[in-house]
């Protein structure tokens, strides 16, 4: 496995329900991102990790929570989210926190009934 | 408060038909510039990053340029292929937590 993978890659749940989605980066990257892409709207950077440490809340709900057990595992727990949550989820990876690009995965394509 | 607007929204070209996508932006101190293309069902892929006004690079039919206002990509002779959505986005110098902001992108179709 190379670059970023993100699994699922679709994601169908009710409001009530508990789901995470995973993000696993084999680039050696020290610093881990999530972003949320809607359509008709720009990508929405949602979280920040460096080192397994949080550095960027973006003002997101407290239904999306995030965990970084480690350099190159991210994961973003959901529960009970609303219509609105429906989106693509992307995972990004970068060296550090300085000008390096961010390498993305496919993201999870969520929708919630 | 820092900005990305990239015109045109959709661009139809045909094939052989050069064209340049405009990314204008805001920011407070630019640390970084960067293109990814996406194409559908898939995440961004990385294509350039410009730091400084004046600076282009080059890749294969597409060059990127960056002025202190706005970014152009350059995309001579397409071909089909070419056909996705471009993204720019730019980091600010200020602050510390590698934050991208993303320009709601250009849709290019490249018909043969």
């Known amino acids: 496995e190379t670059g970023v993978t993100q699994t699922p890659r679709h994601l169908v749940m009710g409001m009530t329900n508990k789901k995470s989605l995973k993000c696993e980066q084999h680039?050696?990257?020290?610093?881990m991102y999530w972003y949320k892409q809607s359509a008709k709207k720009p990508l929405e950077l949602m979280f920040v990790y460096s080192l397994e440490e949080r550095v960027e809340n973006n003002s997101v709900p407290s239904r999306f929570s995030p965990e970084c057990p480690n350099s190159s595992h991210l994961f973003l727990h959901l529960h009970t989210l609303q219509p609105e949550d429906s989106a693509l989820y992307l995972c990004?990876?970068?060296?550090?926190?300085?000008?390096?690009?961010?390498?993305f995965g496919d993201g999870t394509r969520l929708s919630i009934l | 408060e820092d900005q990305v607007t990239q015109s045109p929204e959709a661009l139809r070209l045909q094939e052989g038909e050069s064209s340049s996508l405009n990314c204008s932006y805001t920011v407070s101190g630019l640390r970084g510039l960067f293109w990814y293309r996406q194409d559908p069902g898939k995440g961004p892929e990385f294509l350039f990053t410009l730091y400084s006004a004046g600076e282009e690079k080059e890749k294969e039919r597409l060059k990127a340029t960056l002025t202190k206002k706005e970014s152009f990509l350059h995309i001579t002779a397409p071909k089909p292929e070419d056909s996705a959505t471009y993204l720019c986005a730019v980091q600010a110098a200020a602050g510390n937590t590698g934050k991208l902001i993303f320009g709601q992108g250009t849709t290019l179709q490249v018909k043969p």
């Open positions: 680039l050696g990257h020290n610093a």
């Open positions: 990004a990876s970068s060296q550090d926190l300085g000008n390096q690009p961010q390498h």
